[in-house]
């Protein structure tokens, strides 16, 4: 599974946000040089490069690890969001302080 969301690493670890150049998934990754979310779109990716073809489903007919991997990146994107409400709520009540 795919890295989405930055907490996960350390405070002062460098990370990039990368996007995946096989599903699109937008991910974490250690290294400068990632292209992929996961092992599975690497291997899927070398498939495609050697066979010539394109992937092996579209946008109506995507596989499972790929729904779920959409599915914890919108999780994590709407954490995000929540969190950023949170704050914002704060910042304005202690503004509406007198």
């Not at 690493?9 to 292209?35: D, H, I, M, P, Q």
């Not at 990716?45 to 489903?57: F, G, I, R, S």
């Amino acid at each position: 599974m795919p890295t989405l969301d930055r907490s996960k690493f350390k405070y002062n670890a460098k990370v990039f946000e990368k996007t995946c150049l096989y599903c699109g998934t937008v991910y974490f990754a250690n290294r400068s040089t990632a292209k992929y979310c996961t092992s599975t779109c690497r291997g899927y990716a070398n498939q495609a490069k050697h066979l010539n073809e394109a992937a092996p489903w579209n946008e109506e007919n995507r596989t499972v690890d790929a729904l779920l991997s959409q599915v914890a990146y919108l999780k994590g994107q709407l954490q995000h969001y929540v969190n950023e409400n949170d704050e914002l709520k704060k910042i304005i009540s202690e503004r509406k302080k007198p």
